[in-house]
């Protein structure tokens, strides 16, 4: 079974510009939620979605956004860039249900820098 | 404000010697912890997890052990091998609860040294 597959893999953008990252769950998973890391910080949740709503939503400017399809693939789209955006985005999936909490299966990352 | 603590940044142990990451935590709603690695360029994978209802949990040379009383877990590894230097988090979730996403705490960098 592939695992959860995020691309691109690297990316470098300026500051004010926007970017959109892509992520595809694993074959059945339904959720999928994103997490940014940073060295002094961490992995910080983002969002969750499960079937193409969003269930949680962490800390984050309204310039995070995300959206869910119906096949289960994910985008996260960043605006309005700033330096401290800079960062290794990554992207989990698992089934879970309401309720309920599954270990995550996680991407590889896309590693965003803002110049 | 943290609500999963992994006060360590680092640690450096020797290949054969037990290693222990200590992890604290605030929301004594949480209920199921999890420890994930994660190797440099890759996504952090599951190691091991824990429920609230038990103590102590054992995979391999893999141990985690939940102090509710005192809102402390750690992850033993014995013996410690030079493939397990990764950083290691720590992660907590309220399962009975609608926010069943994982929070995690800042990582430990692990050494182990040949």
């Known amino acids: 079974k592939a695992g959860v597959t995020q691309t691109p893999r690297y990316l470098i953008k300026t500051r004010g510009q926007q970017v959109t990252l892509s992520c595809s769950p694993i074959s059945g998973h339904r959720s999928v939620s994103w997490y940014q890391q940073t060295p002094g910080q961490g992995l910080q949740f983002l969002f969750e979605?499960?079937?193409?709503?969003?269930?949680n939503k962490g800390n984050f400017p309204g310039r995070f956004s995300g959206r869910q399809f119906s096949n289960s693939r994910s985008e996260m789209n960043v605006s309005t860039l700033e330096l401290g955006d800079s960062a290794l985005y990554l992207c989990?999936?698992?089934?879970?249900?309401?309720?309920?909490?599954?270990?995550?299966?996680f991407g590889s990352g896309t590693q965003l820098s803002v110049l | 404000d943290q609500q999963v603590k992994q006060n360590s940044p680092s640690l450096s142990v020797q290949e054969g010697r037990i290693s222990i990451l200590n992890c604290d935590y605030t929301?004594?709603?949480?209920?199921?912890f999890l420890w994930y690695k994660k190797y440099p360029a890759e996504g952090p994978t599951f190691l091991i997890s824990i429920s609230s209802i038990k103590d102590k949990n054992e995979d391999g040379r893999f141990t985690v052990f939940l102090n509710k009383s005192a809102k402390h877990l750690s992850l033993h590894i014995v013996p410690s091998q030079p493939g397990d230097s990764a950083v290691y988090f720590c992660?907590?979730?309220?399962?009975?609860?609608?926010?069943?996403?994982?929070?995690f705490g800042k990582g430990t960098k692990l050494s182990v040294k040949p």
């Open positions: 992660a907590a979730s309220n399962a009975g609860g609608s926010q069943g996403n994982l929070i």
């Open positions: 979605y499960f079937s193409e709503t969003q269930r």
């Open positions: 989990a999936s698992s089934l879970r249900g309401q309720g309920s909490v599954e270990k995550l299966f």
């Open positions: 929301n004594s709603m949480f209920d199921y």
